[in-house]
């Protein structure tokens, strides 16, 4: 897990309470984010690696380290098929 991810240009996000927006303008792409989703959009914005993404949601959140893995990959290659992150 040694990916950093990026919010290429053109991606806008707006914070909800306490939820997030996002928008593509270039593919008109649009997709909400709920909290755990927010959460790893302001860890991308902070420029952390997936591994220290990862590591603080396993801290922050009750979940089992194999569900979140695994919910943490497809929202990240989610969000990449969408043109919302790319790798870096």
């Known amino acids: ?4 991810l990026r ?3 053109g991606v ?19 997709f909400g984010l709920d909290l755990m989703g927010t959460r790893l959009w302001q860890l991308v914005k902070e420029g952390r690696s997936l591994r220290a993404i990862y590591d603080v949601l396993l801290q922050e959140y009750d979940v089992a380290p194999e569900v979140l893995q695994r919910d943490l990959f ?4 989610t969000l990449q098929d969408e043109g919302l992150l790319e790798d870096v």
């Open 74 to 77: 497809k929202l990240v290659r």
């Open 1 to 4: 897990m040694a990916i950093t």
């Open 7 to 9: 919010i290429p240009e």
């Open 12 to 30: 806008l996000s707006q914070d909800l309470a306490g939820e997030t927006v996002l928008l593509n303008l270039n593919t008109s792409a649009y």
